[in-house]
C-alpha cells in the first residue's frame, strides 16, 4: 500500500505532576515467569477512554486498549484492524469497511466475551458526535453525513463532501455499544471512562490506590496474544524523580525523558535511549475575553518581552526549537519563511504603551485605571523542576517591561476545569502534541469556543475562521499548503499563543525490553510486538540515540 499522511489528532500534553513514590518494578513482583513492564509517566490520566480523553496520558493507555476500523504501520501504510477490507466508491462520498468476524470485546467479570458487530461502529459514531459528549474529535468528524449497518459485519460511511485522505480518518477508536450506562452521550462521569472495554492487546484491570494504571495481556487478541504479560503506568511527581526511578531499577520505561537528563541516561550500559519525533510544542495561551488581553498588541508584548533561546538553552539543554507559529516544526504546514519573534524588551514596552498602557509608580503598567496584573494557571501538583523554571523566567521577563503575573498552580483535574470548563484565568501553561498538523479548526475556530473546547481562550477572527473552513474544504493539497502557511503567518501576527518552542522527545528503557518501536505521537501502536529478553543485549536491534543540539 502506497504511504499515506497520518489523520489529524490534536491532545492535549499538561505540564503537570502528582505526589507519588517509586515502587518496584512489575517484574520484581509478578509471579516467577510472568514478564511485566512498568513504565513512568509525569502524572495521572484524567480518563481511559478514547472518546473523552484529551491528554497524551490517557491516549497512550487507550492505544493498548482499542482498536480502530484501520490503522497505521511504523511505514506510514493504511493497514486492516477491526476492519479486513474497504472499498471507496468512485465519486469519493462512500467507503464501505467489511469488519472482521473473530474479533471479542473484552469480557466483564464473571461473563462470556461479546462479539464485536457493525453496532458497535455506528454507535461509537453517534455517541461521539452527540452534542452533549464533550471531545475534541466532533470537528474532526463533521464531514460524515450518514452511517449506515449493511449487515452484521459490514458498515458504510457517506461523506458529505470529498475529502483529502479521508481512508487515515478512520482510525478513531471503537467502543462497544454495551459499554457506557448512558447510550446517548458520553459523560465523564459514566463508569465506562474510569473502566473501560476495548478489543486490543491488553484489557483493563484496576487504577490502584496510588494512582498506578494496571493492564493485562489480552490472550484472546485478533492479532495475537501480546508478548509482554501485564503493562503498568505509574505516574511520578517530577520527570528528575522518574528518571532516578529509571536508573536504579523501579521501573522499565520512561515515555517521555527530559533533556537534561539525556547526558545521565547515555552514561547507563543497562538503558537504551531512542529519540521520536513527535510534533508538538509548548506555549502560554491567552483568555481573550479579559479585556487586558483583547489587544493582540499587548499579547505580542508578551512574547516579545521573553527570551525563549536562553530558557531552552537553560532549562533543554538547548535539545529543541523556538517557533513562531500554531504548527510543529517538521510539519508540512509550518511556514519556514515566518521567523520568531526576537527577544526585544524595549520593542515589547513600546506596543504596550500603543496599547494605551503607561508605567506607575510601582513600575506596573496602568490603562483605563487598570493595572497589567494578570493570574497565570499551571497543571501541576508539586512544581516540577523544569515547569518552575519555565514559568519562573515568564513571570521575571514579564515584570520587567510592566505586567505583573501571579502564578498558580493547581491539581490536574482543578487545572482543567478552571482553563477548559470555567475559563477561570488570563494565561495558562500546557502543550499541544499532534499526529498530523492539518487541522487546528479546534484550537482557533470560533465556532469551537465553548465549554471543554480546545479554543479555550475564546479566540475570535472572522479572517481566521474563513481560512480554516477553506482549508478544510479544498481537495488540492497545495492549495492546503499554502492556506496553511497564510494561517500560520496571520496567527503568528494575532498570538493568541506565545508559542515557545519544539523540544526533541526521547524514550528510555531497560535493554531487556526488546523490539521497541515507537509511534511518534501514539507511542505503544506497536507494543504488541514489544517483548522481554532474558538478560544481555538485543544485539543493537534499537541503536542508542544519541543527543542533539
Known sequence: MSKIRTKVFLMLVAMFSVSIGCSATLADTEAAGKKGLSYGEYGRPTTLDPITSNDMISMRITELLFNGLVGINNKQQIVPELAESWEQSADGLQYTFHLR????????????????????????????????????????????????????????????????????????????????????????????????????????????????????????????????????AKPFADQNIMNQALMYGSIDMSVLVNPRNVPEIQGDK?????????????????????????????????????????????????????????????????????????????????????????????????????????????????????????VLAFKTYLRRVGAEINVEFLEWQSWKEAVFANHDFDIMFASWVFDDSADISSLFHSGEIGAWRNNFGGYSNPEIDSLLVEAKNTLDHEKRRTIYRKLHERLADESPYTYLWTLTNYAAYDRKVRAVQIHPYKFFSYADTWYIGEGGDDKGADAPAKATK
Not at 489587544?295 to 536562553?310: C, G, H
Not at 538547548?318 to 519563511?337: K, R
Open 270 to 390: 543497562r538503558l537504551r535511549l531512542q529519540s521520536y519525533s513527535a510534533l508538538s510544542y509548548q506555549f502560554f495561551g491567552y483568555n481573550t475575553r479579559n479585556p487586558l488581553l483583547a489587544d493582540k498588541r499587548v499579547r505580542k508584548a508578551f512574547t516579545l518581552a521573553i527570551n525563549r533561546n536562553e530558557m531552552l538553552n537553560s532549562f533543554f539543554n538547548n535539545q529543541g526549537t523556538v517557533i513562531s507559529g500554531p504548527f510543529a516544526p517538521g510539519s508540512w504546514a509550518y511556514n519556514l519563511d515566518v521567523k520568531p519573534l526576537p527577544f526585544d524588551a524595549a520593542e515589547a514596552e513600546k506596543l504596550l504603551v500603543q496599547a494605551g498602557f503607561k508605567k506607575g509608580s510601582d513600575g506596573i503598567m496602568v490603562k483605563d485605571g487598570k493595572r497589567l496584573v494578570l493570574t497565570l494557571k499551571v497543571p501541576i501538583a508539586q512544581e516540577s523542576e523544569s515547569v518552575k523554571r519555565v
Open 101 to 232: 468476524k473473530d474479533v471479542k470485546w473484552h469480557p466483564k467479570a464473571g461473563q462470556e466475551a461479546q462479539p464485536f458487530t457493525a453496532d458497535d461502529v455506528i454507535f461509537t459514531y453517534n455517541i461521539m458526535m452527540h452534542p452533549r459528549t464533550v471531545t475534541s474529535l466532533k470537528v474532526r468528524y463533521d464531514f460524515i453525513s450518514e452511517v449506515k449497518k449493511l449487515d452484521q459485519n459490514t458498515v458504510r460511511f457517506t461523506l458529505k463532501r470529498p475529502i483529502m485522505n479521508a481512508l487515515p480518518k478512520f482510525t478513531f477508536k471503537i467502543i462497544p455499544e454495551f459499554g457506557p450506562s448512558n447510550a446517548a452521550f458520553l459523560g465523564r462521569d459514566d463508569p465506562f471512562v474510569q473502566n473501560p472495554i476495548g478489543t486490543g492487546p491488553y484489557r483493563y484491570k484496576e487504577t490502584t490506590a496510588n494512582g498506578e494504571v494496571v493492564l493485562e495481556a489480552n490472550p484472546d487478541y485478533f492479532k495475537g496474544a501480546p508478548k509482554i504479560s501485564r503493562f503498568v
